[in-house]
T-cell receptor, first 112, second 114 residues
Framework: DAGVIQSPRHEVTEMGQEVTLRCKPI?????LFWYRQTMMRGLELLIY????????DSGMPEDRFSAKMPNASFSTLKIQPSEPRDSAVYFC??????????FGSGTRLTVV | EDKVVQSPLSLVVHEGDTVTLNCSYE??????LLWYKQEKKAPTFLFML????IEKKSGRLSSILDKKELFSILNITATQTGDSAIYLC??????????????FGTGTRLTIIP
């Protein structure tokens, strides 16, 4: 089991550019979560999918953020246009049932 | 608004010491509470607590939940340098609509000095 796989590991981009973060959940896990971690706010839930359907996107900070899950093995989180305040570590997590979240290694995003 | 407070924010102790990390919460639709350990990368799962007063143990780590007073503690005995990490507590919530959420505290940064 390769675990939850995120790419890229690090991303440095200029303000105004589009950023796409990718996640491959563990096979068989039917729920996928995107979190953002900063020093000030800790880990915050952005959005989660159940069986590829977005269930709760109330944590998405604004319209510049969007997430998709076109199939059970792939999800993207897109920021367009990016801003310096988006700099954070973005984690993807998946789980098979009511508990037991498994996190990916995260993408460290720096917007300059 | 859901609130999770962990204390202390930071703790530095010597190897061999025992530490107690605290987590208090004020949330709606509580189902259980999870503890995670975060070293350099992803948080890794430690415990899930659903019932009050039942201690969960894993080696030198143990945890207990008090659903009446809305808090949980994580104890680590005979600490080792490998215990240095950020420890996160996260109430697991399910709304009446079935929406679920794992709401994290900002964590306790534990540093063990050899």
């Amino acid at each position: 089991d390769a675990g939850v796989i995120q790419s890229p590991r690090h991303e440095v981009t200029e303000m105004g550019q589009e950023v796409t973060l990718r996640c491959k959940p563990i096979s068989g896990h039917n729920s996928l979560f995107w979190y953002r971690q900063t020093m000030m706010r800790g880990l915050e839930l952005l959005i989660y999918f159940n069986n590829n359907v977005p269930i709760d996107d109330s944590g998405m900070p604004e319209d510049r953020f969007s997430a998709k899950m076109p199939n059970a093995s792939f999800s993207t989180l897109k920021i367009q246009p990016s801003e310096p305040r988006d700099s954070a570590v973005y984690f993807c997590a998946s789980r098979p049932g009511p508990a037991g979240y498994t996190f990916g290694s995260g993408t460290r995003l720096t917007v300059v | 608004e859901d609130k999770v407070v962990q204390s202390p924010l930071s703790l530095v102790v010597h190897e061999g010491d025992t530490v107690t990390l605290n987590c208090s919460y004020e949330v709606t639709n509580f189902r259980s509470l999870l503890w995670y350990k975060q070293e350099k990368k992803a948080p890794t799962f430690l415990f899930m607590l659903t019932s009050s007063g039942i201690e969960k143990k894993s080696g030198r780590l143990s945890s207990i939940l008090d659903k009446k007073e809305l808090f949980s503690i994580l104890n680590i005995t005979a600490t080792q340098t490998g215990d240095s990490a950020i420890y996160l507590c996260a109430p697991y919530l399910i709304s009446n609509f079935g929406n679920e959420k794992l709401t994290f505290g900002t964590g306790t940064r534990l540093t063990i000095i050899p």
